[in-house]
């Protein structure tokens, strides 16, 4: 069933006469309702396009959140062959939110780290709702240090609203985890890709983010804190999180034009929670390119570039 977000109402309303024409038609085989469901479907197209060529950064928040938006466990079945997830941080133990492993990338033998929220309540506990433990970035920086040694390419997807705050992952060391993922995506000589598909939170998200290449798809988010997170401290007050997210500038645009990122990904009308595989395709051809790109330098060059890249940030401003 299609989760509807509130902008969208327009677009739910169609769909339900829509739908209740086609179970109309399937009960009574003599009422042709062809003509009418064309003409509410070309609606419906004509409603999506105007809703979403004009989506505010709040609006961009929801759509980055949708719960039917394609994760990391998607992305991995449809652009990865022989994938081997690797488990444990070889310190403390596993943690699902972060997922990564071996793979091969369109013929390519990679490194893949992700971020995974989960697809259904069980899922989502399993993974913690994306949301990594310290644990979780001591595995990434272990896939990582394997990465470099045997010169695989790494790609990054980033979908997080940040690492887990809870008692117990401070205890084990959360900034310092964080900060020597951050580390490591400095140091290794080899090319790194990273993409913003959802959400990208924070620390937890450049934690495994400071790579050659940034990516964000068109309505993802990247930014310090949650809009509501922001509210929350400048005003005393979540429920103004809207002008919050457009004060921060945390959309695919603003992030562009700061030179944060380095491109754009488009996404289909009305979301990649609405075409999922055309925007896995999109994605892939992406990263594709940028690997081929940095594989004509040498390791240095690779680190050397990256490094650069992240201390350029904010001279222009």
Not at 180 to 197: D, F, H, N
Not at 232 to 248: G, Y
Not at 270 to 282: E, L, M, N
């Amino acid at each position: 069933m299609q989760t509807y977000l509130d902008f969208e109402k327009p677009i739910s309303d169609l769909e339900g006469k829509i739908h209740e024409l086609k179970k109309l038609a399937a009960e009574d085989e003599s009422i042709d309702t062809s003509e009418e469901i064309a003409r509410l479907e070309g609606r419906v197209r004509e409603a999506t396009e105007e809703i979403y060529s004009k989506l505010n950064a709040w609006q961009k928040t929801q759509v980055a959140r949708h719960p039917q938006r394609p994760h990391f466990v998607d992305y991995a079945s449809h652009l990865l062959t022989d994938f081997t997830p690797l488990a444990g941080d070889r310190g403390f133990g596993e943690d699902a939110a972060i997922q990564a492993g071996l793979a091969r990338f369109r013929g390519q033998p990679v490194a893949v780290i992700g971020q995974e929220k989960g697809h259904d309540t069980k899922s989502r506990l399993k993974h913690n709702f994306g949301s990594p433990r310290p644990e979780g970035y001591r595995k990434a920086i272990r896939v990582m240090e394997m990465a470099d040694r045997f010169g695989l390419p790494i790609i990054s997807l980033v979908d997080t609203a940040g690492a887990y705050p809870g008692v117990g992952a401070e205890e084990r060391g959360q900034a310092e985890a964080i900060a020597r993922s951050t580390e490591m995506c400095l140091a290794v000589r080899v090319p790194m890709v990273s993409v913003v598909i959802g959400e990208g939170g924070s620390g937890g998200a450049i934690a495994i983010a400071t790579g050659n290449r940034v990516y964000m798809l068109q309505n993802a988010i990247y930014s310090v804190i949650s809009p509501e997170g922001a509210a929350s401290i400048l005003w005393r007050d979540s429920t103004r999180a809207k002008e919050a997210a457009t004060n921060m500038r945390i959309t695919a645009e603003d992030l562009k034009e700061l030179g944060i990122i380095d491109d754009i990904i488009p996404e289909p009308v009305g979301g990649a929670h609405r075409d999922p595989q055309t925007v896995i395709t999109a994605t892939g051809n992406v990263i594709e390119e940028a690997l081929a790109e940095l594989g004509k330098l040498s390791g240095d060059e690779v680190r050397a570039a990256r490094r650069q890249k992240f201390l350029q940030i904010g001279r222009n401003l």
